[in-house]
């Protein structure tokens, strides 16, 4: 299908941050002669362009690891190759990356990197901290997604993004952190429901667990069953086509009818096997 004019989901998220609006979409207004991005330095991989402001060998294993990201998702979700290229700027120190965000982004909350999609490009901002592998895995993610998608629901954006950082050698995508989380609060009565944050349409109302939720619905449907996984896929593939196809909870519950207390059951497995190995 021909590239379809879009505001990426993150920047439909930033409208209400911004300062600045251009008419043809999230462009927040900036001096290219005050500020610029990263380009002294560029590695490309594929549908990958890495720019820094300091250099890096080509056979990086940072570079090495994104490029097999980008594999990764495209296998496991079933996604055409990525059509544009997303270009990840890194920044060599957080003061340099905040400098620059603050000039060219006004208003953007403070974080270590950002996916910023347009029409014209799908950007990754980010520096260079011991969290960088994980920071760019996300948003890389993201630009993925929106290159070889469009656009992405919120909820589910966030998801994948959340599974593919976790930095895992066995591709399971486990975050112990929020299984701990998620299921103390199923102890205390909390209910998952995916149909509630189909809902959530503007990022600022995303919260902590939000994004915990959303992760754990991702990791579910890609290890609880061949059924599951092809919910998932079919999704995706019939997103490129249509932006409003039927919600993933709807084509889940008819295979699942008790498909928040399969989540939970799923979720205390994973806790049971994390404690069984420590």
């Known amino acids: 299908m021909p590239r379809r004019a879009f505001l990426s989901q993150a920047c439909q998220r930033w409208l209400p ?10 462009i927040p207004f900036r001096d290219p002669q005050t500020v610029s991005p990263p ?4 590695v490309r991989f594929d549908q990958l362009l890495v720019q820094s402001d300091f250099r890096l060998p080509p056979d990086h294993p940072l570079f090495n690891d994104l490029n097999q990201l980008q594999h990764h998702v495209i296998e496991t979700l079933k996604v055409p190759r990525p059509k544009d290229t997303v270009v990840v700027y890194l920044f060599e120190d957080e003061q340099t990356y905040q400098r620059y965000i603050t000039a060219a982004f006004p208003n953007l909350p403070k974080r270590r990197a950002y996916f910023v999609g347009t029409e014209f490009e799908l950007g990754v901002y980010g520096f260079w901290s ?3 592998r994980e920071d760019l895995r996300h948003e890389f993610t993201h630009g993925i997604l929106h290159s070889a998608l469009g656009d992405v629901p919120l909820w589910l954006d ?3 993004a959340e599974f593919f950082e976790i930095v895992d050698s066995s591709g399971k995508g486990i975050n112990p952190r929020y299984v701990e989380q998620l299921t103390s609060a199923v102890d205390h009565g909390w209910k998952p429901s ?15 667990m939000d994004y915990a939720e959303a992760w754990a619905w991702v990791h579910f449907m890609l290890s609880d069953s061949v059924d599951s996984k092809r919910v998932l896929t079919e999704y995706l593939a019939d997103l490129r086509d249509d932006p409003s196809p039927t919600p993933i909870s709807k084509r889940l519950r008819e295979i699942h009818p008790d498909l928040d207390g399969r989540l939970m059951r799923h979720l205390q497995t994973l806790r049971s096997q994390r404690r069984d190995r420590n």
């Open 17 to 26: 941050l911004l300062a600045v609006l251009t008419a043809i979409g999230c």
């Open 39 to 42: 380009a002294r330095h560029s």
């Open 130 to 132: 011991d969290k960088v």
């Open 158 to 160: 966030e998801g994948l």
């Open 194 to 208: 995916m149909k509630r944050l189909e809902g959530i349409r503007e990022f600022s109302h995303l919260q902590r």
